[in-house]
Structure formats: structure tokens, C-alpha cells
């Protein structure tokens, strides 16, 4: 592999000029797709094979008009006042009258007014799906609650009032970031600027051919924030990966060619490797089978390949451009010795210290991950939304005047083969729903026009992500079992989230068992070790709990809250944690290649195994602090959204990467190799026969090439 990059960074190189350009034409090309064939995206999400989900499925046939889109205007009265019909109509007039609403319902006809009178719901249903719903509809519903009346308090609620997550400042302030700690790390404004814009022209390539393919694939609106944010930080750490190792060539004496072309063969290979074992990770989520989910990762993924190839093609020729600017002013002279750094002097330490180190190390993640056991999943409500929203405004005033059942109402499905049957079971079911625990109301059943589909609505006590819901939500299926006659089926957005938090829960160990297996295989292969590649995994399994369990202390605990701006404590958002697996897996082997890769390198090359280890950690110290603290910074940039999936994913990803990085790689891994010794490297020769050779070291390459350019001076080209 080394040496085939290696021929791709000199052919790069020395065609600067060709290769820019076309990846500056397929970035206006991609560009002007997206403009062309964008569409919209959505927040609707879909569970195949779950009761909710089939019931869904059945109304749109049977039922089309009842799954069309809904939204709730909540009136309410001042303090000691009752609302009165004349007062009400204004606002379902105005509600009615939306482009696309087929029915607005007077509360006082649909009997939706509170016991007190002071508050009333307006149901709006919408002709079309939520993903139809269009900009217009949705200002058009909005402007309800921004209108005059009087000493009457209106908001809007419900899906429609719900917008795709944007990044906002986000990615501005990861980017801002990122430039200051690159100009830190390389000293130079030029090494830091190209490396920051080649990573920006991936991002631009990956999210145009996303946002392309929306016209023809529904993708969940948190799905182009996901790929912007892990496509900006792999894109800008492979870069800064790849351009310090050109920056020690140069200084080592090679010519800018050669210096370019083993930069790529070697810490190119790196990059590949760490890219793929990302891809792999994001893509496996489809063995999940949830379709959200799927497009989330292989989104995800799709930017993180285009990373790669930007890395090791755009990257060697932009550093043709730059000559020898790439390196300070005060180390452009061929040669000039490299001052041993903090890496060294920390490697000495923490191998000295090893067992303290790793005691204190395992114990202080531990600690961390002790929320874990109380851990919940949900999908998220308006009840967690930012308390200066329409629709957090609308939520709670449905739970103050009528409880927070209310915001989160089921809907059970009763389908017959004609009327006859349909009807007395839509009756059993109403009789044996109002005796479930936990139910607060049950409404009358609504007939389909052929009498063979009937809706009833239940209203539960608790709200749509309490605990208390999914108790509920089960002691209704149960008791509905019975009913002869008629399929019955219970769904309704509650229970479509309850459902996938429970499949996801359920295959969470399972993908983690795939992801840790797929760790242990590839680090094998890299490594060439058994106790290498264990010790990546049981590393990889403290980062997962300690931030599991951060992440559990601060959103559903409240611990700190207000610091990331989480106004209600609720549970996780029920994909967080697979997705997180995913992504801080392929994160986390970035760092074990970049720096076991030259403990490995050094102790094949003669070293003791203590010395290597030092070695391994003092020359790829700084750049790995540099990769890791421009991942943090851009993760940490969308905990500033408002949106609660965005926020909750960039806290968890920044918190992952800062612990994997700082406490498992750069303190526990040394200390662990440095108390593992020359067994660490211990492979049993038949295993050892039987693996292919990946050469991520570039082992092969120094063999083939001629080392004379080591001794002389760098010469331009």
C-alpha cells in the first residue's frame, strides 16, 4: 500500500496544476447539482417491522386522511378568565384558511377546551405528509401565534411547526478554531491556511453530492449536519496528519517531490486505514436495519471517503503550490534539527509511573461511566426544546391546562374485513383501554368512510418521554390482545419513539460486539500483535462508557446543564449511542495508528520496547494533541444549536474525542505498552504467516527506494 501512494503523491506533486483543477470542477459541478436537484428533509422517522410502524403503514391505505400532517395552536385566557367561542374563532378561522389544511376543529365543538376554561386546542390537520408540508404552509402556521390577540395567549405546536436543525455559527466557529491551533501547531500561516482549505474543499465536494441526492432520497434533517460535522474534522485532522510528515521530510533534507510522495506513502496509509475503519463503522449501521439510521451513517460515511481522497490527491499538489513556505521562517534551511518536545518528557514520565498511571486511568473512567445504569433513551419531544420556542411555549401550556398526556396522545388502529366487525371491536377496545393504568382519557372511535378502520385516541398521564409512557404503552397492547374481530394495533408518535428506542437498545450490544471485533481484526492486521489490538479495544470500551456516562450526568441528569444551554433534563436521544459508537471508534483508531504505528516502526528498527514507546509518543504527540483539539472544537461548535439531537451528538463526540485522545491514547496506551514490553509485539507464527502485510509503517517502501536523498539538501524542483 505505501508504495502505491507513495507513486500517487510524486504524480500529484508534480501535476499541481491539472489535479486543483479538477477538483475545483467537480466542486462547481457538484455545486450546481445541489442547487439544481435538492429537496427537502425530514424529521419523520420510520421503524420497518414494529407494531407502530405497520399500523402507520396500514392507515395509508385505509385511512389516508388521518395521516396527513398535524399541528396544534394552544389558546389560553389570562389568569382567572374563561375563553369564550367569539374569542376562539378568530384564530380557527385563520388556522383554517392555510393553504393545504383540510380541517381546522373549534375547540368547543371538539370538546378540546381545559375544565377551567382558560385553555383550548386547536387540532389542524393538514391535507398532506410532513415531508410535504412546504415553507410557505409552515410560515403561514407560525405567523398564528405572531398575530394580534388581544390579551389572548396563541402558540403553535406539533410536527409541522418543527424545522430542519441547522448548523448556524457552528461550523464558523469550529473552522475559527481549528485555523488558530493549526497556526500554533505548524507555526506558519501558509501550512495552516492550505491545510485548512483542502480540508474545506471535501467538505464543500461531500455535502454539494449530498445535498444533491436529497431530490431523490429522503434523508432525516439531522442527517447533512452529521456528515458536515465528522466530514470538517477527519478532513482537517488528515490533512494536518499528512502535511506535518511532509514538514519533517523537508527538514530531514528531501527534495519537495520525494518529501511529498513518502508523506503520502506513509502517513497516507495512516489515513486510509484510519479513513476506512470510519467508513466501515458508519456504513455497518445498516445492518441495524433502520432506514433513518442507514442513510445516517452511509451520509456520514460518503464524506468521510471524500476526506481521504482529498487528502491524498488535492493535498500533495496544493503542497506543490506552497514550496518551501510550508515551513517557519526560522526552519526553511535543509536539515535543521528537531528540539525534542513535551511528548518525550511526558513518555518518560507515564512509563516510569505505568501502574500508577494506569490504576488512577481506570479508575477515574470508571467513575465516569457509573450513569450508564440509569441511562434512557427517547426519541426527542418539544418538551426538551429551548424554552424561547413557539412550540416548548405551545407544550407546556398543553400540560398546564389539560396534563402532559396531552402532548404525547396515542392512537390505537382498529381494522376489520367489513363494519360489522370493525365497530364492536373499536368498542371493546375503547371499554378495555379506559381500564389500563396510566391512561387519563379515551376518545370515542373515528370511522373511515367504509366503516372497516377506526381511530382511538388514548391520552396518557405522563408525557411522551417519561418512563411512566412506555409502561403504559405496553399495558395497552396487552389489553387490547384479546379483542375477536379485528386487527388492533397502537401507534401514534409516542409509540413509534418507544419502539425504536426499544430496537435500538436492543441491537446497541450487538453493534458494539461488531465494532469491538472489527477493532481487534484490523489492528491485528496493522500491528501484527495479539495484545496490541486487545488493548486498543479494552481502551476503545473506556472511552465508550466514560462518555456514555457524561453525556447521561449532563443531559438526562441536568449535572452542568445550563453550561451547554439544556434547558429540560430528558432522556438521550434513542440513536445517540450507536451512532457514537460508530463514529468514536473509527476517531479513536486514528490515534492508536499515528502513534503505535511508530512505536511498532522503531522497535523493529532496534529500540527497546520502553524506548519506542517514548519515541512513538514524543514525535506524534503534538500533532495528535493538534488533530484532537481541532475535533473537540469542532464538535463543541454545534453544542451552540438549539436543536436537541445536534446538540447532545456534538457534546458526546467532543467529550469522546478529549478522553480517547488525552487520557486512553496519549497516558494509558503508553503505560501499557511500556508494561507489556517486546510482548506487546508478540505474534504466533503461523497467525503471523497467515496475515497479509499492509506495510502501514511503509516498511516495504524504505527497502525499495534509494537512501542517498536522506543525506542531501533540499533542491526545488
Request: a negative charge; hydrophobic letters at 50%; glycine letters at 10%.
Amino acid at each position: 500500500m505505501a508504495t502505491l501512494l507513495y507513486r500517487l503523491g510524486r504524480w500529484c506533486f508534480g501535476r499541481r496544476g491539472p489535479v486543483v483543477l479538477v477538483w475545483l470542477v467537480l466542486l462547481g459541478v457538484l455545486g450546481v447539482a445541489a442547487a439544481a436537484f435538492s429537496g427537502p428533509t425530514s424529521d419523520e422517522f420510520r421503524m420497518p417491522g414494529t407494531e407502530s410502524q405497520r399500523a402507520m403503514d396500514a392507515l395509508e391505505t385505509r385511512f389516508p386522511q388521518a395521516t396527513g400532517a398535524t399541528g396544534t395552536v394552544v389558546i389560553a385566557a389570562p389568569q382567572n378568565e374563561r375563553l369564550s367561542p367569539g374569542e376562539v374563532a378568530p384564530v380557527v378561522r385563520q388556522a383554517a384558511e392555510i393553504p393545504g389544511v383540510a380541517a381546522a376543529m373549534d375547540p368547543f365543538q371538539a370538546r378540546s377546551v381545559s375544565p377551567d376554561g382558560r385553555y383550548a386546542l386547536v387540532q389542524v390537520q393538514f391535507a398532506g405528509e410532513l415531508a410535504d408540508i412546504t415553507e410557505d404552509q409552515r410560515t403561514a402556521y407560525k405567523e398564528i401565534a405572531e398575530g394580534d390577540h388581544g390579551t389572548l395567549r396563541v402558540e403553535v405546536g406539533g410536527e409541522v411547526v418543527t424545522e430542519p436543525p441547522g448548523a448556524g455559527a457552528a461550523e464558523a466557529i469550529g473552522v475559527g478554531v481549528a485555523a488558530i491551533v493549526l497556526i500554533v501547531t505548524f507555526g506558519s500561516l501558509v501550512a495552516a491556511g492550505m491545510t485548512l482549505l483542502n480540508a474545506l474543499v471535501g467538505v464543500g465536494v461531500g455535502m454539494a453530492g449530498l445535498y444533491a441526492l436529497t431530490g431523490s432520497v429522503s434523508l432525516n434533517s439531522a442527517t447533512p449536519i452529521l456528515a458536515l460535522m465528522l466530514g470538517l474534522a477527519v478532513g482537517i485532522d488528515y490533512s494536518l496528519f499528512i502535511t506535518s510528515r511532509y514538514r519533517q521530510h523537508l527538514m530531514d533534507g528531501l527534495d519537495r517531490r520525494e518529501a511529498a510522495g513518502r508523506a503520502i506513502g506513509t502517513a497516507g496509509s495512516a489515513v486510509v486505514f484510519a479513513g476506512a475503519t470510519v467508513v466501515i463503522a458508519l456504513a455497518g449501521l445498516s445492518v441495524v436495519g433502520i432506514p433513518f439510521l442507514t442513510a445516517m451513517g452511509l451520509a456520514a460515511a460518503g464524506t468521510v471517503a471524500v476526506a481521504v481522497l482529498v487528502a491524498l490527491t488535492l493535498l500533495p499538489a496544493v503542497l506543490a503550490f506552497a514550496g518551501d513556505r510550508i515551513l517557519p521562517r526560522g526552519r526553511r534551511a535543509a536539515g535543521h534539527p528537531a528540539k525534542e518536545g513535551f511528548g518525550f518528557r511526558w513518555g518518560r514520565g507515564v512509563s516510569r509511573l505505568r501502574v500508577p498511571v494506569l490504576l488512577a486511568g481506570i479508575l477515574a473512567l470508571g467513575a465516569l461511566a457509573l450513569p450508564v445504569q440509569d441511562m434512557r433513551l427517547a426519541l426527542p419531544d418539544a418538551g426538551t426544546a429551548s424554552t424561547d420556542t413557539s412550540e416548548r411555549q405551545a407544550y407546556d401550556l398543553t400540560s398546564e391546562g389539560f396534563g402532559p398526556g396531552f402532548n404525547g396522545r396515542l392512537i390505537t388502529v382498529v381494522s376489520g374485513d367489513s363494519p360489522d366487525a370493525t365497530r364492536p371491536a373499536a368498542e371493546q377496545t375503547v371499554q378495555r383501554v379506559k381500564d389500563v393504568e396510566g391512561v387519563q382519557a379515551v376518545v370515542p372511535p373515528q370511522f373511515n368512510q367504509d366503516g372497516t378502520t377506526a381511530l382511538v385516541a388514548v391520552v396518557p398521564e405522563s408525557g411522551p418521554s417519561d418512563a411512566a409512557t412506555e409502561d403504559t404503552v405496553h399495558a395497552i397492547r396487552d389489553a387490547v390482545a384479546g379483542v375477536q374481530g379485528a386487527d388492533i394495533s397502537l401507534t401514534g408518535t409516542t409509540a413509534l419513539g418507544i419502539d425504536i428506542s426499544e430496537k435500538l437498545a436492543d441491537v446497541l450490544p450487538v453493534y458494539l460486539l461488531l465494532v469491538v471485533g472489527l477493532s481487534v481484526l484490523l489492528l491485528m492486521l496493522v500491528f501484527r500483535s495479539i495484545l496490541v489490538p486487545l488493548k486498543a479495544a479494552a481502551g476503545f470500551l473506556l472511552t465508550v462508557g466514560a462518555t456514555f456516562g457524561l453525556t447521561t450526568a449532563v443531559f438526562q441528569e441536568g449535572h452542568l446543564a445550563s453550561l451547554v444551554g439544556v434547558d429540560t433534563p430528558g432522556p438521550l436521544v434513542s440513536f445517540l449511542p450507536i451512532i457514537l459508537i460508530g463514529i468514536l471508534f473509527g476517531l479513536a483508531m486514528d490515534y492508536e495508528v499515528f502513534l503505535v504505528s511508530k512505536m511498532r516502526e522503531d522497535f523493529v528498527h532496534g529500540d527497546t520496547a520502553r524506548q519506542a514507546t517514548i519515541n512513538g509518543l514524543g514525535q506524534n504527540a503534538r500533532v495528535v494533541t493538534a488533530a484532537a483539539l481541532i475535533m473537540c472544537a469542532v464538535f463543541a461548535g454545534f453544542v451552540l444549536t438549539p436543536d436537541p439531537i445536534i446538540k447532545s451528538i456534538g457534546f458526546a463526540l467532543a467529550v469522546g474525542v478529549f478522553i480517547d485522545a488525552f487520557i486512553v491514547r496519549m497516558t494509558l496506551v503508553p503505560a501499557v505498552m511500556s508494561l507489556f514490553g517486546r510482548a506487546a509485539w508478540w505474534l504466533p507464527r503461523p497467525l503471523d504467516r497467515a496475515l497479509p502485510n499492509l506495510d502501514i509503517e511503509g516498511e516495504n517502501l524504505r527497502h525499495t527506494l534509494a537512501e542517498p536523498a536522506h543525506k542531501q539538501h533540499a533542491t526545488k524542483p
